[in-house]
């Protein structure tokens, strides 16, 4: 019963959090240049649902943030490495950090629209300039939208990452990034005296890239906890369900559907989940999904 009601609290928080950033143009700008823009929604579920957090912009270890400047638009997703813990670390404090300064950062119009990798070192350089230090780790991934040119700017450290389909077919996604199996890249603090023990990338080593949107593309934005138990055609047939969609509640709608799915296959020990053949491959006798933090960000692109 108590699963239950988290359960509810979780897809409300979900659907209040929900965001609709598409406004029509009617007559009196009908000769302008038709501006490119967001329509998203979110949701999540924390791994534990019993010490989850489920505040505005985090589900457990995970955090998200969505900020707009002038002629802008910006998603981002971090995951929080949940090792941590067994130091009496809170893992969800670094990567709530960094995204909470990112959205700051872009709501001053303190970035480069261009230059997302830029936008995560500048979050990062801050956590280690922070007056309380803040150890742990966390994985990120931030997309930037020009609204002007309807270009999509993307920086991803780690494996958080995104996915656009558009007319039914994946044409863009991030690339993972791994040290070796089950050990992304990451961006870390550590504690006093344990710098050289941890693993530590620079958030310049972020994968980056740049490209063209068209109307009615959708965006999926997400850590890993979808990606290591969502198979891609079942994400992909979820996303063109809303190809061109510009009902929030609709998006919404899908939006639960992915996480709430993501959350399913993480608990099923029988599934041959993503994780589990990446698992095989790297010589490990696996099978089952992988328990994880959830979050997921969709949007479709309204020109």
């Known amino acids: 019963m108590q699963s239950i009601y988290w359960t509810g609290r979780l897809l409300s928080r979900a659907l209040w959090n929900g965001i609709s950033n598409y406004t029509a143009c009617t007559d009196p700008c009908a ?44 998603l981002g997703v971090a995951d929080g490495v949940g090792g941590w813990r067994h130091y009496g670390i809170d893992p969800g404090e ?4 960094l995204m ?41 991934c931030v997309i930037v939208l020009n609204k002007e040119t309807s270009s999509i700017y993307a920086a991803n450290i780690g494996d958080s990452g995104f996915v656009v389909v558009r007319r039914g ?9 791994q040290h070796y199996f089950n050990t992304p890249f990451q961006l870390s603090s550590p504690p006093p005296g344990h710098s050289g023990l941890v693993l530590s990338d620079r ?10 949107v068209e109307d009615g593309d959708v965006i999926l934005l997400a850590t890993d906890g979808v990606f290591d138990n969502v198979p891609d055609q079942l994400l992909v047939t979820e996303m063109r369900k809303v190809q061109g969609e510009r009902d929030p509640t609709k ?13 399913s296959l993480a608990f099923d020990g029988a599934f041959m989940s993503p994780f589990a053949q990446n698992a095989r491959e790297n010589g490990i006798d696996a099978i089952g999904g992988k328990p994880d933090d959830i979050t997921v960000l969709l949007a479709t692109v309204a020109i």
């Open 31 to 74: 000769n302008k240049r038709r501006e490119a823009s967001f329509v998203s929604a979110v949701c999540g579920f924390p791994k534990d649902f019993a010490r989850g957090r489920i505040r505005k912009g985090q589900f457990g270890d995970d955090a998200w943030f969505n900020a707009k400047f002038k002629t802008v638009e910006v």
């Open 203 to 212: 958030p310049e080593a972020a994968d980056t890239s740049s490209f063209g």
């Open 100 to 140: 909470r300064t990112c959205e700051r950062l872009v709501t001053m119009g303190r970035f480069t629209p261009s230059e997302p990798a830029g936008l995560l070192a500048r979050s990062y350089y801050e956590l280690l300039e922070n007056k309380q230090p803040i150890p742990g780790s966390s994985t990120a």
């Open 94 to 97: 670094f990567s709530n950090f």
């Open 251 to 263: 998006l919404q709608g899908v939006a639960n559907s992915i996480a709430w799915m993501a959350r």
């Open 169 to 177: 077919e994946v044409v863009h996604r991030s690339s993972e990034q």
